[in-house]
């Protein structure tokens, strides 16, 4: 997620200081990615230094500082509502790498390390269900998405580790090409036998 840009929408809806966007951000999301306030100050700060958000000349009681969006963040927000996110612009996927370096890694049981995830993943399968349940669908219809999110991703690492663990035994099980022949002597060539003789 991108918290420049969740930013900007956020001040899309209206002039907001730091801590109204830190709890805006949450409800939102549900809390799923929590953020600390020094991180929205910070991005607020290249915001600013870039033209997209500038302060109102506002504070409230407490003296904190509102901003607001500029054209120029309104431009791009709509520009990143607009463009469809690509392979490379996604984290990487740290599980994948995870399992790929077990399986490399001398001493490490891959299969121990496949079925620890999947018992993870699970459990948090559950509470996103159990979350869901709860949520109220007329009101909570951006937390219901970010759950609906939330739940298939879950759901496609579970297949991804049960199709893992297939590939893992199909190749254990499978048959082994045969040692290669030692090669043949050559008549001329004396036998280690006869050379220890």
């Given at each position: 997620?991108?918290?420049?840009?969740?930013?900007?929408?956020?001040?899309?809806?209206?002039?907001?200081?730091?801590?109204?966007?830190?709890?805006?951000?949450?409800?939102?999301?549900?809390?799923?990615?929590?953020?600390?306030?020094?991180?929205?100050?910070?991005?607020?700060?290249?915001l600013?230094?870039?033209?997209?958000?500038?302060?109102?000349?506002?504070?409230?009681?407490?003296?904190?500082?509102?901003?607001?969006?500029?054209?120029?963040?309104?431009?791009?927000?709509?520009g990143?509502?607009?463009?469809?996110?690509?392979?490379?612009?996604?984290?990487?996927?740290e599980?994948?790498?995870?399992?790929?370096?077990?399986?490399?890694?001398?001493?490490?049981?891959?299969?121990?390390?496949?079925?620890?995830?999947?018992?993870?993943?699970?459990?948090?399968?559950?509470?996103?269900?159990?979350?869901?349940?709860?949520?109220?669908g007329s009101?909570d219809?951006?937390?219901l998405?970010?759950?609906d999110?939330?739940?298939?991703?879950?759901?496609?690492?579970?297949?991804?580790?049960?199709?893992?663990?297939?590939?893992?035994?199909?190749?254990?099980?499978?048959?082994?090409?045969?040692?290669?022949?030692?090669?043949?002597?050559?008549?001329?060539?004396?036998?280690?036998?006869?050379?220890?003789r």
């Open positions: 997620m991108s918290i420049r840009h969740g930013l900007l929408a956020l001040l899309e809806r209206s002039p907001m200081y730091g801590y109204q966007l830190r709890h805006e951000f949450e409800r939102s999301t549900g809390a799923t990615w929590p953020l600390n306030v020094g991180q929205v100050y910070t991005t607020l700060a290249r600013e230094r870039d033209g997209l958000v500038e302060q109102t000349g506002e504070s409230d009681e407490d003296g904190k500082v509102v901003y607001r969006l500029t054209d120029a963040g309104h431009a791009e927000l709509t990143w509502f607009a463009t469809p996110l690509g392979g490379t612009d996604r984290p990487r996927d599980l994948a790498i995870k399992v790929a370096l077990a399986l490399t890694t001398p001493g490490v049981d891959v299969r121990a390390v496949l079925q620890t995830q999947r018992t993870a993943t699970l459990r948090h399968l559950q509470e996103l269900t159990r979350l869901k349940a709860v949520a109220d009101e219809t951006a937390w998405l970010v759950l999110s939330m739940i298939f991703r879950a759901e496609a690492e579970v297949r991804w580790l049960d199709h893992s663990e297939t590939r893992l035994a199909r190749l254990a099980t499978a048959p082994r090409p045969p040692a290669s022949p030692p090669a043949a002597v050559r008549a001329d060539e004396p036998s280690d036998r006869a050379v220890r």
